[in-house]
């Protein structure tokens, strides 16, 4: 069973940045994709930016340019550094694994880690 824990949220002000932290354990073999989906308050769960083992990432339009994301494998760690912050960003940043077991894509999520940003 795969375990992921967010660290890193926090209040700042529109303009400044935090990283987000998630890692992962309970699996001794590697994530195929990791990454971070945000929550605003009365929203679905969307896309931030997710990141493949080989490196190939994918960004929400919202956040191209502001948002980087980023993965040591040999920590078994996702980050997401975010820059620019402004306070539509404000929500739950859950951090999602994914490991295939042949064509069938095996999901995990993390508990959320919530980024609060003040205009």
């Known amino acids: 069973q795969v375990q992921l824990v967010e660290s890193g949220g926090g209040l700042v002000q529109a303009g400044g940045s935090l990283r987000l932290s998630c890692a992962a354990s309970g699996t001794a073999s590697r994530l195929d994709v990791m990454g971070w989906f945000h929550q605003a308050p009365g929203k679905q769960r969307e896309l931030v930016a997710d990141?493949?083992?080989?490196?190939?990432?994918n960004y929400a339009g919202s956040v191209q340019g502001r948002f980087t994301i980023s993965r040591d494998h040999a920590k078994n760690t996702a980050y997401l550094q975010m820059n620019s912050l402004k306070p539509e960003d404000t929500g739950l940043y859950y951090c999602?694994?994914?490991?295939?077991?042949?064509?069938?894509?095996?999901?995990?999520w993390g508990q959320g880690t919530q980024v609060t940003v003040s205009s």
């Open positions: 999602r694994g994914v490991k295939m077991v042949g064509a069938t894509p095996n999901n995990y």
């Open positions: 990141m493949a083992y080989t490196g190939s990432a």
